[in-house]
Antibody, heavy 119, light 110 residues
Framework: QLQLQESGSGLVKPSQTLSLTCAVS??????????WGWLRQSPGQGLECIGY???????YCSPSLKSRVIISLDRSKNQFSLNLISVTAADTAVYYC???????????WGQGTLVTVSS | QSALTQPASVSGSPGQSITFSCTGT?????????VSWYQQHPGKAPKLIIY???NRPSGVSNRFSGSKSGNTASLTISGLRAEDEAEYFC??????????FGGGTKLTVL
């Protein structure tokens, strides 16, 4: 059974780059026909889809974040990553990595990691 | 402000049926059969409970069901249980590569 685990810095300074990695276990990043993506949830707020990688192409779920998002896959390490550049306090959130096997629904989730943007 | 509109909270008693609404527009919910529902307990990751509007993933109780009418999607929980107390989010494909979410509804089981 596929499992996901986020890792990365929990504190990022304003204007810097937020970098997170999602390790895939219990299977291969290349197994099935999955999209691998990132979502976030600001404190007390709803969910926001950031973007996802499908068949080595990056798609952006949120037009407002598109210009600042880089999502990449490392099949040799069985992991994928998120880089969000030029962060501000508004980017403070719990970040989740997730997998979608189809139908625009994320059926596998990491446990989430809190990232705080503060000087 | 979230793209899809959900009531902030609902409550019900054990054994009752309860329905959550998720209102979008003709550009998202109304145009596509790709509405999903997620259940999130405090401090936990969301869990997919309905996809493509009406389908349940393997292992999800048949007490959960989804439907859609026009620009509004609905999630119904029948036979309400204490463990159903959680926050419920809806999402919808909105064309291109866009996916939108609702702000979530907190369910209280009285």
């Amino acid at each position: 059974q596929l499992q996901l685990q986020e890792s990365g810095s929990g504190l990022v300074k304003p204007s810097q780059t937020l970098s997170l990695t999602c390790a895939v276990s219990g299977g291969s990043l290349s197994s099935g026909d999955y999209s691998w993506g990132w979502l976030r949830q600001s404190p007390g707020q709803g969910l926001e889809c950031i973007g996802y990688n499908y068949r080595d192409g990056t798609n952006y779920c949120s037009p407002s974040l598109k210009s600042r998002v880089i999502i990449s896959l490392d099949r040799s390490k069985n992991q994928f990553s998120l880089n969000l550049i030029s962060v501000t306090a508004a980017d403070t959130a719990v970040y989740y990595c997730a997998g979608a096997s189809g139908g625009w629904a994320f059926d596998i989730w990491g446990q989430g990691t809190l990232v705080t943007v503060s000087s | 402000q979230s793209a899809l509109t959900q009531p902030a909270s609902v409550s019900g008693s054990p054994g009752q049926s309860i329905t959550f609404s998720c209102t979008g527009t003709s550009s998202d919910v109304g145009s596509f059969n790709f509405v999903s529902w997620y259940q999130q307990h405090p401090g936990k990751a969301p869990k997919l409970i309905i996809y493509e509007g009406t389908n349940r993933p393997s292992g999800v109780s048949n007490r959960f069901s989804g439907s859609k009418s026009g620009n509004t999607a609905s999630l119904t929980i029948s036979g309400l249980r204490a463990e159903d107390e959680a926050e419920y989010f809806c999402s919808s494909y909105a064309g291109g590569t866009i996916m939108v979410f609702g702000g979530g509804t907190k369910l209280t089981v009285l």
